[in-house]
């Protein structure tokens, strides 16, 4: 089984940046495309906001594009994402998996809270 644990979120001011990690375990990260989702307060649904290839090819939702950068490492199983010009409206817990998400469980995500 998956596991995935994200980390590097906190508190940062509008404008601000943040970089935040995903390390995966498991033989197969290499070869499945990996995306950031990101689950705001009092929200149940989780949105996808960046995604991956295993090639390197990377896509982004429409409210994020220009601002968030998502690469990966296949032989660290790692995939990042550098936030820069964060806005109150990317608050939120944040959390990496496959793209589609895997069936099995999430990791517990890291908080992004953007505010002055």
């Known amino acids: 089984q998956v596991q995935l644990v994200e980390s590097g979120g906190g508190l940062v001011q509008p404008g601000g940046s943040l970089t935040l990690s995903c390390a995966a375990s498991?033989?197969?990260?290499?070869?499945?495309?990996m995306a950031w989702y990101r689950q705001a307060p009092g929200t149940a649904q989780r949105e996808w906001v960046a995604?991956?290839?295993?090639?390197?090819?990377?896509d982004y939702a429409r409210t994020v594009k220009g601002r968030f950068t998502i690469s990966r490492d296949n032989a660290k199983n790692t995939v990042s994402l550098q936030m820069n010009s964060l806005k109150p409206e990317d608050t939120a817990v944040y959390f990496c998996n496959f793209f589609p998400p895997t069936t099995g469980p999430w990791g517990q995500g890291t908080q992004v809270t953007v505010s002055s």
């Open positions: 498991g033989s197969v990260f290499s070869i499945r495309p």
């Open positions: 995604r991956i290839t295993s090639s390197g090819i990377a």
